[in-house]
């Protein structure tokens, strides 16, 4: 059975760095990428980027590049998003999504981790 | 970046209606979407991937078509357990987009 849990909640003051986690359980780590997308309160989904859980190469949208950092760690099947600089407008929730048949479709989700960012 | 269009944006249907919700992208992604289905509260759930597929255990009544830039998601008889805010996404090539979002709710 597929799970994705990640790290609790965060609050952080503007300026900060925050590091989510999702552990992954149940299938072959390494064998299908990971997505982050994070949804702002009330707003839609945005994705951020995605990591190859095989050789930790990792592909970010424009919009986070150099203030992202997704990296994973095989031996505990964990996932990291990393994002620094935060501002208010970061405040939101942040999922990982399993790739899924496709590379690309995501078939399982973490439950979310709430980031505020808030002084 | 490709940009994923989606429409309408709210969506008032009746339990049994048969409802589409559409879904463009600004270049040719060939068949790489994918819909969820999102409730309040609850993690997004792939209903369809390659754009026509549907995901293990997601009902019959959820169907998808399209390829190239025009894509459709329907629902042949709206069930209660239907209402919730629906999304595209490509994956065609990085970076990834989802649709804004197709908010639908009981009329």
């Known amino acids: 059975q597929v799970h994705l849990v990640q790290s609790g909640g965060e609050v952080k003051k503007p300026g900060a760095s925050v590091k989510v986690s999702c552990r992954a359980s149940g299938y072959n780590f390494m064998s299908n990428g990971v997505s982050w997308v994070r949804q702002a309160p009330g707003q839609g989904l945005e994705w951020m980027g995605w990591?190859?859980?095989?050789?930790?190469?990792?592909k970010y949208a424009q919009k986070f590049q150099g203030r992202v950092t997704m990296t994973k760690d095989t031996p505990t099947s964990t996932v990291y998003m990393e994002l620094r600089s935060l501002k208010f407008d970061d405040t939101a929730m942040y999922f990982c999504?399993?790739?899924?048949?496709?590379?690309?479709?995501?078939?399982?989700w973490g439950q979310g981790t709430l980031v505020t960012v808030s002084s | 970046d490709i940009q994923m269009t989606q429409s309408p944006s709210t969506l008032s249907a009746s339990v049994g209606d048969r409802v589409t919700i559409t879904c463009r992208a600004s270049?040719?992604?060939?068949?790489?979407l994918a819909w969820y289905q999102q409730k309040p509260g609850q993690v997004p759930k792939l209903l369809i991937y390659m754009a026509s597929n549907l995901e293990s255990g997601v009902p019959s009544r959820f169907s998808g078509s399209g390829s190239g830039t025009e894509f459709t998601l329907t629902i042949s008889s709206l069930q209660p357990d239907d209402f919730a805010t629906y999304y595209c996404q490509h994956y065609h090539s990085y970076p990834y987009t989802f649709g804004q979002g197709t908010q639908l709710e009981i009329k």
């Open positions: 990591i190859n859980t095989y050789n930790g190469n990792t």
């Open positions: 999504a399993r790739d899924g048949k496709n590379w690309g479709d995501l078939d399982y």
């Open positions: 270049q040719s992604i060939s068949s790489s």
